[in-house]
């Protein structure tokens, strides 16, 4: 079956650390590929995608990500983490329908 | 722009209660979604909306049934709320039909079922 896995339920960084947040995916052909984030109270916001190409892909916030095939990952990244950047992120991938990953709440120590 | 607009933003329920869930959207997209949120479980689908005049069900619609008002509009109504449906409901919508992939989130309902 389809199915996207995030194996960090939560992640604690200081502020200005990198961070690396894991998804992987399981489908049969590559899928659309998405990161979402979550603030506290809020809906979702989109934070990139990959539908094909560079397999490096740039988002807003500062946030990239890269997708491996060989691995069936799709992981984001930041160098350096602010303390707004606490929330929950969400990995998406999508053939014909969106599927969304558990989460990983991210907190941010000073 | 105010984008997807849902409300109410709370709402409490006794079990057996009826009520609707209200979605629209200003970005002239085709497609409408409704997903719910369990802590620990993601976002899953409930019904989407690939076009106006459409409904289809999604991973988990049983208790629900929605209706495709017009193209800004989408709602979803539970008829007999159970404990189970204690949830944070969120509207989506996107661009094309069939467009999976970007959809602009509203803000979401906080649904209690005592």
């Known amino acids: 079956a389809q199915s996207v896995t995030q194996p960090d339920i939560h992640i604690t960084v200081s502020e200005g650390a990198s961070l690396e947040l894991r998804c992987n995916y399981s489908?049969?052909?590559?899928?659309?590929l998405f990161w979402y984030v979550q603030s506290p109270g809020q809906g979702l916001q989109l934070l990139l995608k990959?539908?094909?190409?560079?397999?490096l892909v740039q988002g807003i916030k500062g946030f990239e990500a890269e997708f491996k095939r060989s691995q069936s990952s799709f992981n984001l990244r930041k160098p350096s983490v602010h303390w707004s950047d606490a929330a929950e992120y969400f990995c998406?991938?999508?053939?014909?329908?969106?599927?969304f990953g558990t989460g990983t709440r991210l907190q941010v120590f000073p | 722009n105010a984008g997807v607009t849902q409300t109410p933003k709370f709402q409490v329920l006794k079990t057996g209660q009826s009520m609707t869930l209200q979605c629209a959207q200003d970005?002239?997209?085709?497609?409408m979604y409704w997903y719910r949120q369990d802590p620990g479980m993601g976002l899953r689908l409930i019904y989407y909306?690939?076009?106006?005049?459409?409904?289809d069900k999604g991973e988990v619609p049983n208790g629900y049934n929605v209706s495709r008002l017009n193209k800004r509009e989408f709602s979803l109504r539970l008829e007999s709320a159970a404990p189970s449906q204690t949830s944070v409901y969120f509207c989506?919508?996107?661009?094309?039909?069939?467009?999976?992939?970007?959809?602009?989130f509203g803000p979401g309902t906080r649904l209690t079922v005592t």
């Open positions: 989506a919508s996107s661009g094309e039909v069939g467009d999976w992939g970007e959809q602009y």
């Open positions: 489908y049969g052909a590559t899928p659309y």
């Open positions: 990959y539908f094909s190409g560079d397999t």
């Open positions: 998406a991938a999508n053939t014909d329908k969106l599927i």
């Open positions: 970005m002239n997209h085709n497609s």
């Open positions: 909306s690939a076009s106006e005049g459409t409904t």
